[in-house]
C-alpha cells in the first residue's frame, strides 16, 4: 500500500553457524524457523478466535495446512502441535497427515481429476472429503460410498474477478462447482445419504490486501445464506480456502490478520447471524502464509561473471526453487556479512540449470559480490523445496528446523546421485563408477559382432 514502510528482510541465524553446519553439509539448504512458524500459526488462530464453534461457543476456526507448500513430517508435527489440520490432495499427502497422527476430519480432501484409489483411502482415514465436481458425487459413491460429511468446492466463475497471475480468473479455473451445480450438488448428496455439509472455495492466491480477501468470505457467505434459504440444508463450516499473502518484496504489503479477521467477522454477522443460521464454523487451509515467510534458501557463489550482464552463479537452481524462474516471482537476497554494503552492482542471480529461465533474481541490485559469498533467499518456506524437480539431473537439497536454542535439526537429508538413479534398472549397475573410481582412459569399448 503507498506511504508503507519498507519491510526490513532480516535473517534469524548468523555466518557462524553457517559456517558450523557447512562444515558437515554442504550448501544448499533450506533452513526453516520453528518459532517464528508456530509465532505466525498463533497470530491466525488468536486473530479467528471469535469464530463460534458447533456448540455456539467460540474455538470453531482451523487451518488446515496445504501439506503441498511444505511437505514435511516434521513441520506437519510443528503445525499439529499449533492445532492445524491438514488440507491434502494427493494419496503421499494423506499419508504425511496420517504419518504425524493427524486423523478424520483434521484432514480435509480438497483433490481435483481425483482417482478412486485416492477417495477410498481419504474416507477409510475419516478426511472430509471436498469434491470438485458434480458427477464427482456417482463416482465417490461407486469407489468409496457417500459419507456423513461431505463437502463441496465452489467456483463463482465470472461473480468474482479478482484473479491474479496465479491462480487466474475463476471462470477460466478448472476447479469447483457452478452457482447452479452447486445448489443440485448438496441436495443430491442428501439424497444418496450425506447427513453434515460443508462448503469450501479457494479463490484467491497470494492476495494480500485484506478486503480481497474478506471478499471472498463475504461472497461464500452468501452463498451459504441462499443454500440455506433453496435447499433447506445449512453447511456447518466455511472453508475460505488458502491465499492469504506475503511480501515477498520489502515494498510489498504485509497482510494485517487481526484487520482480515475482523472484516470476515463483520462479513459473518451481517450474513450468517443475520440470516438466522449461526453457528456455522469458519476454516481455512492456508499453505504459503504458515511457512512461506520462516523458510530461507541458503547457498553460496560459485562463479562471478561478466559478459553482456553480470552474473553470479550459486550453487543453488531452480530445482531448490523454482518461482522465479516459474512466475517471475521476486525473492530477496541477503548476501551475509555484506548487508551494509552499498547495493551498487546490478547481477542476474542464476543456477546451474540448461535453462536460461534458471535466475533467482534478474537485474537485482546487490553489494558487490565475490565467490565464495554466502547468500540467503527469502520466503523459501512454501512452495519452494516442494516444487523441486531433477531436470538436468540436478537434486534437491537438504531441510533444516531451526529449534529453539538456535539448534539445526536436519528433517531431509540432500538426495544423492544414487537417489537420481534409484528407479532405473540397467543390467543391475548402481552408476557409482564414475563417483567412486577415477575416470577411466579412453578406450573404446570393443564391439561385439552381431
Ligand atoms: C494451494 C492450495 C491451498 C494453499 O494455498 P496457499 O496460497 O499456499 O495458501 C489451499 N487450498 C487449495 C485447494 C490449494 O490448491
Redesign the pocket.
Known amino acids: 500500500m503507498p506511504g508503507e514502510k519498507p519491510i526490513k528482510k532480516t535473517v534469524p541465524f548468523t555466518r557462524t553457524q553457517i559456517e558450523k553446519l557447512e562444515k558437515e553439509y554442504p550448501t544448499p539448504f533450506h533452513i526453516y524457523d520453528e518459532e517464528a512458524i508456530r509465532a505466525g500459526a498463533r497470530r491466525l488462530s488468536k486473530a479467528f478466535s471469535w469464530v463460534p464453534g458447533p456448540d455456539g461457543k467460540k474455538g470453531g476456526f482451523l487451518n488446515y495446512f496445504?501439506v503441498?507448500?511444505l511437505p514435511n513430517p516434521y513441520i506437519l508435527r510443528v503445525l499439529k502441535e499449533e492445532g492445524m489440520g491438514a488440507?491434502c490432495?494427493s494419496l503421499p499427502e494423506l499419508q504425511l497427515a496420517d504419518a504425524v497422527g493427524m486423523k478424520g476430519e483434521d484432514i480435509m480432501f480438497?483433490s481435483n481429476d481425483t482417482p478412486a484409489e485416492e477417495f477410498v483411502v481419504a474416507k477409510k482415514l475419516g478426511a472430509i472429503i471436498n469434491l470438485d465436481d458434480i458427477t464427482h458425487l456417482d463416482f465417490l459413491e461407486k469407489c468409496a460410498g457417500i459419507p456423513r460429511l461431505i463437502c463441496f468446492r465452489y467456483n463463482p466463475g465470472e461473480e468474482y474477478c479478482h484473479g491474479n497471475t496465479i491462480i487466474g480468473n475463476p471462470d477460466e479455473a478448472k476447479y469447483g462447482l457452478t452457482h447452479d451445480q452447486i445448489l443440485k450438488a448438496y441436495k443430491m448428496a442428501q439424497k444418496k445419504g450425506a447427513k453434515r455439509f460443508g462448503l469450501h472455495a479457494?479463490i484467491v492466491?497470494?492476495q494480500r490486501d485484506e478486503e480481497i480477501l474478506a471478499d471472498a468470505a463475504r461472497l461464500l457467505f452468501g452463498l451459504a445464506a441462499e443454500i440455506h434459504e433453496k435447499t433447506g440444508i445449512t453447511p456447518e463450516f466455511i472453508n475460505l480456502?488458502?491465499?492469504?499473502g506475503i511480501p515477498y518484496s520489502p515494498a510489498d504489503h504485509l497482510v494485517d490478520i487481526e484487520v482480515f479477521a475482523r472484516k470476515v467477522h463483520e462479513a459473518y454477522k451481517e450474513n450468517i447471524v443475520e440470516n438466522g443460521i449461526a453457528p456455522i464454523r469458519v476454516v481455512m487451509?492456508?499453505?504459503?502464509?504458515i511457512t512461506g515467510p520462516y523458510g530461507y534458501l541458503v547457498s553460496r557463489v560459485r562463479h562471478v561473471a561478466k559478459k553482456h550482464r553480470d552474473y553470479v552463479g550459486l550453487d543453488a537452481c531452480m530445482a531448490n526453487l523454482m518461482r522465479p524462474a516459474l512466475y517471475g516471482a521476486y525473492h530477496h537476497i541477503t548476501v551475509m556479512g555484506k548487508e551494509k554494503k552499498p547495493l551498487n552492482h546490478v547481477y542476474d542471480v542464476t543456477g546451474s540449470l540448461c535453462e536460461n529461465n534458471d535466475k533467482f533474481a534478474v537485474q537485482r541490485f546487490l553489494p558487490e559480490i565475490t565467490p565464495g559469498d554466502l547468500m540467503v533467499i527469502h520466503e523459501s518456506g512454501?512452495?519452494g523445496h516442494a516444487m523441486g524437480f531433477n531436470y538436468n539431473g540436478k537434486l534437491r537439497s537438504a531441510e533444516f528446523l531451526m529449534q529453539a536454542g538456535g539448534k539445526f535439526k536436519l528433517i531431509r537429508r540432500a538426495e544423492t546421485a544414487n537417489d537420481y538413479f534409484a528407479t532405473l534398472d540397467f543390467k543391475g549397475s548402481d552408476f557409482s563408477g564414475l563417483a567412486k573410481k577415477k575416470a577411466p582412459a579412453a578406450t573404446p569399448a570393443k564391439s561385439k559382432k552381431q
Open positions: 496445504a503441498k507448500a488440507d490432495s480438497t479457494m492466491s497470494n480456502g488458502g491465499g492469504v487451509e492456508n499453505g504459503r502464509a512454501a512452495h
